[in-house]
């Protein structure tokens, strides 16, 4: 679509009570990246209210006419993608506004292939518009979808901002709170002054600190166990209507209330606000001390896992327990189907149900049933665990059975992760139907993902919601369940290896590309597992530019693998300024990890290198550390070594240093899955050290701080 045009969308899609709206960009250097908002608008073009907003604080409406779904990588990159129930959307509102804003400095003119795409509930694409006239500004409105004559129309808009997220929101009625954008909490890496030291989560991996200390278990901030959901004293869109909110309800995590004084009164000067900085994530607390009188006592446990007789009880074990912890936690239910098109509304949820088809009726593993103003959404859901692959007869039955009978969906779960251009299973699609079943796919990895991300970043409204969460991500990470996600390279791994290793593998060999579709595969599962430890976004960087076709760009990289007998990966964590390359090098059988750290600027040389040995502190003595100089490489040492000498770094003619790059070696595993020896785990090992060791505490050096001499003639000025 053009600048400015607009199109009906019931002339596009017969069904288009649910879309997904997608936002994506490239860059060439693989590190830009913006975040999407939404707002809805009233015949005056102003919200409602200031829970009208939707945001990375605020992400999703109670009702589930909006839910930001996040990014996911695509063929291109990544795809910020919004699911929006326009059946649940309030009458009152006539605009939905669909932008994105830039941070840290950073503007749309860095970015390229700026660009919306509009998709009904079965993920077909309605319309594109692309943005190419994108310069200075820190904020786009991409386009907008609005009523006229009981029909939703889009707009492809277009209209940029220089004033930020703050300045886009401002202008249409929200109320900013006065923290700057990207503003970091009290003490250097936002960690709160006397937060005391940060507890580690899963492998070593620090958290971020509770910020609300005050907090104690049991006072309503989760179960028995101590857990809580997040809290970190920001500020989100109030969860009240236009019209009130009732007695007791609660604001959702980042809307600030009015101070009050101590007669209950709104105290003079305060105000309410959206305050429009990055809240710090904030993870469940430490569990309270057991009872037990020894490790031998395992605590009960709502779903057990006790030693399954076969794949198929793993099968509908597992099936049952995801289904009714999505029909009992709606913001997990919503969270999982949004994604599919499925309508905000009262979900159930079935298992082994009997279908006719044919002469033998079929039995899918489940069965979703979602309903919204009398009407049905509905799809099937097949399951494998333990490693065992999907089956295309098997899913293809499925797709019949659900065209049939007016279904709109197929939803596949395995421990196997999609990937663009290579779908697990080939299933025909009858173009004379008139139905459009669409056939989606869920890793059990994904799903973990998922729960994490609720209990550690969005938030769950409910103490006993929040303990189901915990008991399903208990149960999937049990070495029992067979729901471990991604766990095998693949039969042509051992002979690739075998091949570099005496140099027979010659490129164009189909099994490298096989291989690089694997490590793929795991590279995605690391950002997931990693990003839900976390409670951030961690998605594989992709330098590629719009419409590359992924089998092009796999048999490139498997070329590569041939000649220098390395994969290569890297990963973008949400907050973090650099980053995080993984180099598996075959030949050598080494794990490398690294990050490359900018040098602050206006800092003396000698200064700036003994603050990265400070900051390093807690970092592993064995850390490469490499000064980057322009045009050749500069000093470099062990950490070990450089900690009482850290001027070692300094370049010896007295070149500029444009940064450092830190890495960390690990051998690497021989075999081909997830076990102590295997390739998948020592991956895995490998990020989890050099993020919780390294990267995790070069956050306070990589700020940009003033020269002293700028700071000392800023002091002389203020005086």
Known sequence: MPKGAN????????????????????????????????????????????????????????????????????????????????????AEVERILVAASQYGGASFGDLNDLRLSLSDRSGEALLGFSITDATVETAFIF???????????????????????????????????????????????????????????????????????????????GPSDGLSTPSDGLSAPSSSSPGGSPSGSTAPSGTAAPAESSDGQPAAGSRRGTRTAKKKVTLPRTAKKSLAENDSWKPA?????PSYKSDREREVRATSVLLSVMA???????????????????????????????????????????????????ALVETKTNGNPLKSEQVQNYMDIAARRGYEAVVTLSNDVALEGTPLVEVKTDGRRKHKVSLWHLSWAEVAHQAQMLIRHEGVGNAAHVWLLQ?????????????????????????????????????????????????????????????????????????????????????????????????????????????????ADLRTGRIRTSVDVPAPTGGYPLSVAKRLVRALEAAPADLHVETLVEGRTGPRGTLERLRPEPADLLPKDGAAMAGFRLSLFKGMGNTRGAAESGFIRSVDDAVDRFYGSVVAHIGPFEQRRPSRAKSAAGSAEAG
């Open 471 to 583: 008991e399903l991500l208990h149960y999937l990470q049990h070495e029992n369940s067979g729901c471990h996600g991604f766990q095998n390279m693949g039969a042509s791994w051992v002979p690739v290896r075998n091949g570099i290793d005496d140099e027979t593998l010659g490129q164009g060999d189909p099994r490298a590309v096989e291989v690089v579709e694997s490590w793929e595969r795991l590279i995605r599962q690391v950002c997931l597992r990693l990003g839900g430890e976390l409670g951030q976004k961690a998605l594989p960087v992709q330098r590629a530019q719009r419409g590359t076709d992924p089998k092009s760009r796999r048999a490139a990289l498997a070329d590569r693998l041939c000649e220098e007998g390395k994969l290569v990966a890297e990963l973008r964590i949400d907050g973090a300024q650099s980053v995080l390359s993984i180099t």
């Open 7 to 90: 199109i009906g969308l019931s002339s596009l899609s017969e069904d288009t009570g649910s879309v997904i709206v997608g936002l994506s960009w490239s860059s060439a250097a693989g590190d830009g990246d913006a975040d999407v908002s939404v707002l809805l608008l009233d015949g005056g073009g102003k919200v409602r209210s200031d829970a009208d907003f939707y945001f990375y604080n605020h992400p999703a409406a109670e009702d589930g006419s909006v839910q930001l779904l996040g990014k996911v990588p695509t063929e291109d990159g990544s795809e910020d993608r919004i699911s929006l129930d326009l059946t649940a959307i309030p």
């Open 328 to 378: 009992e936690v709606p913001e997990f239910g919503r969270r999982l189907t949004a994604g599919f098109g499925a309508p905000a509304g009262r979900m159930q949820t079935f298992t082994e149900v009997s279908l006719p088809h044919g002469d033998t009726p079929k039995r899918p593993d489940g069965v979703i049933r979602v309903e919204r103003a009398g009407k049905l959404w509905t």
């Open 301 to 305: 446990r709502l779903f057990p896992v």
């Open 143 to 221: 386009g907008e979808l609005y009523r006229r004559h009981d029909e939703w129309k889009f707009r492809a808009v277009g209209q940029g901002y220089e004033t930020g997220l703050s300045g886009l929101a401002t202008d249409f009625g929200i109320d900013i709170a006065e923290e700057e954008e990207g503003a970091v909490p009290e003490e250097e890496g936002g960690v709160p002054a006397g937060a005391g030291a940060v507890p580690a989560v899963d492998g070593g991996i620090p958290a971020q600190p509770t910020s609300s200390p005050h907090d104690t278990p049991g006072s309503g901030s």
